[in-house]
């Protein structure tokens, strides 16, 4: 299984560097003292890519694990709502092109507030409600995209804002550079490596608070570090790539599927299939040169059919 990875991960790297504007041939005969497009502009968005859908898998698998519910993700929870949200000043007051780090920290701030605010409302009598979780999140989503729409409403006649606005909420790889690469992997290597170590609490806490604590988990401290680490994994991608919609609840279930519930083998398969997958789309909308959908579109095209396939097959949808 290494080996097929390994081999995937080449294969992945190759066709990314390999789709483009400019033809192959011309690359490595362009000067790297000036602008050279593999360099400049396919490398970084490569990274950014492998960096997005590891992120996007990982915060999902996280929350499901923590929650002990399948349909507990970023963009189910409003998390991601909550993030767009915060950054809508960020671009109107074009703070992202003297200060880049204004998009990712808003992008964060307001994914840790929202998922804190999920939780606070969703919990009674000392336990969180799984029913109440996910019906608090889509309320919290409903209304950030209410509250979105309206702003957007007022500002309609900012052609370049509401322009810049919808292309980064598609989700895409377009025009990625190192400056992007810059503000995403410092956050996004800190929030993998949190969760890496805590991992066996991870595999705790899927059993439950009490069972958690009885085993000597920590189970405030290591849930507070565990919703930053998840923070900062889905506001880094959403300032790097934007709204990438149902990946991070689909991707860790079928994942889980595969690999089982084990946090030590389920993490590490959910970072390295996501990237994978991301990367994938990228190179068949550009191999079949599709303009007119982005990332962001196709995935929440497939991930609303599937999750619709699998309910109708009636699926099982139990974390365990």
Known sequence: MKLTLGFLFLLCTALVLATGDTPFSQLLQADFAEWNP?????????????????????????????????????????VTCGGCLLVLPVFFFQWHLNYPFALPVAACGGSLLTLLLVYALARRKGRVEMGTLILTGIALSTFFLAAQGALLY????KWQFVQMLTEWEGGTSADRSWKHVHMQLPLTLIALSGVL????EINLLALGEEEALSLGVDVP?????????????????????????????????LVRLFYGSNAE????????????????????????????????????????????????????????
């Not at 007022?154 to 006649?157: F, G, M, V, W």
């Open 154 to 157: 007022a500002l309609r006649d």
């Open 221 to 253: 401290t290591v849930r507070w570090r565990l919703f930053l680490c998840v923070s900062l994994l889905t506001g880094a991608a959403l300032a790097a790539m934007g709204v990438i919609a149902f990946f991070c609840m689909l991707l860790p279930h």
């Open 197 to 200: 170590y805590y991992r066996r």
């Open 265 to 320: 083998k389920l993490l590490p398969a959910c970072m390295a299939w996501g990237a994978l997958s991301l990367a994938t789309v990228d190179i068949t909308l550009r191999a079949f040169d599709v303009h007119l959908l982005s990332i962001g579109n196709v995935s929440a095209l497939i991930g609303g059919l599937t999750f619709l396939l699998l309910l109708t097959r009636k699926r099982s949808f139990s974390y365990a």
């Open 38 to 78: 593999l360099w400049h502009e396919r490398l970084p968005r490569l990274i950014v890519l492998f960096l997005t859908g590891a992120s996007l898998a990982v915060s999902g698998a996280v929350l499901q694990a923590l929650f002990q519910n399948p349909l507990a993700s970023p963009s189910i929870l409003g």
